[in-house]
């Protein structure tokens, strides 16, 4: 590696954008029973849609929606809106916890000085429920949910680039880390430039998926991010 290679990659990474259910947040299959339950909530036979819904963890939630109801809003928002209750009742019910290690992760990296910020596909109704069953709304410098960035979540980059923006943490995309355990996660990371992209196998899909969508990196679990990215300023 010449020296400009080396001075590159050595740089800090100062802007860690940590995705949520399945990455820092036990889902347990929670997204798949919130919207069972939607759909049984609206008439609608859940089976023709679980498959998509598995295929699309990790992009926003109105989207799916809007997808699986051919375009019809009213019927998407409706739709959305009944997930979202029935993910908070799950959230209530206490059906909801931080992976092992993900708190002392960010702890860690906050410690270095590094700005960590949490996002998720969810409404922010949804995302503020999980925060306050953790205790984690003073843990991290910002959460962001689609609605943050503009009403597109992933595979879009817009939440890592609202993050960006929003904590002037960094002043190079390619000093940004992203991690989360789906290949729209690992998309998004991409399309934003961020100079690493980590996928964790704590959630919704598999090595090969996160590698062929963009993953840098494949983790256990979010719990070895800091020694990554270690690596990665050694």
């Not at 990659?9 to 069972?36: N, P």
């Not at 809007?66 to 019809?72: N, Q």
């Not at 928002?77 to 908070?88: I, P, R, S, T, V």
């Not at 196998?201 to 963009?214: F, N, R, S």
Request: with cysteine; net charge negative; aromatic share 6%.
């Amino acid at each position: 590696m010449n020296n400009a290679a080396h001075a590159a990659s050595a740089q800090r990474h100062d802007l860690v954008v940590l995705d949520m259910a399945g990455t820092t947040v036990a889902d347990g299959g929670l997204v798949e029973q919130a919207f069972a339950t939607a759909a049984e909530r609206l008439g609608e036979d859940p089976s023709t849609m679980i498959d998509y819904v598995r295929a699309t963890m990790g992009e926003s939630k109105i989207s799916v929606f809007r997808h699986l109801f051919g375009g019809d809003e009213a019927r998407a928002q409706q739709a959305n809106l009944a997930f979202e209750d029935a993910y908070g009742e799950l959230v209530a019910a206490g059906r909801i916890e931080a992976l092992p290690g993900a708190a002392d992760a960010i702890a860690t990296l906050t410690e270095q000085g590094r700005t960590v910020v949490l996002t998720t596909g969810f409404a922010r109704v949804t995302q503020d429920a999980i925060l306050d069953a953790l205790g984690w709304r003073d843990l991290v410098a910002l959460t962001l949910c689609p609605a943050d960035a503009g009403g597109r979540g992933r595979p879009y980059p817009d939440m890592v680039l609202a993050a960006f923006l929003r904590t002037g943490a960094v002043d190079d995309v390619r000093r940004i880390v992203v991690a989360g355990d789906t290949s729209y996660d690992m998309l998004s990371g991409v399309r934003s430039g961020a100079g690493i992209v980590a996928g964790v196998l704590t959630g919704a899909h598999g090595g090969d998926a996160l590698t062929d969508h963009g993953a840098t990196r494949v983790l256990p679990s979010v719990a070895g991010l800091p020694a990554l990215i270690g690596e990665y300023e050694a």
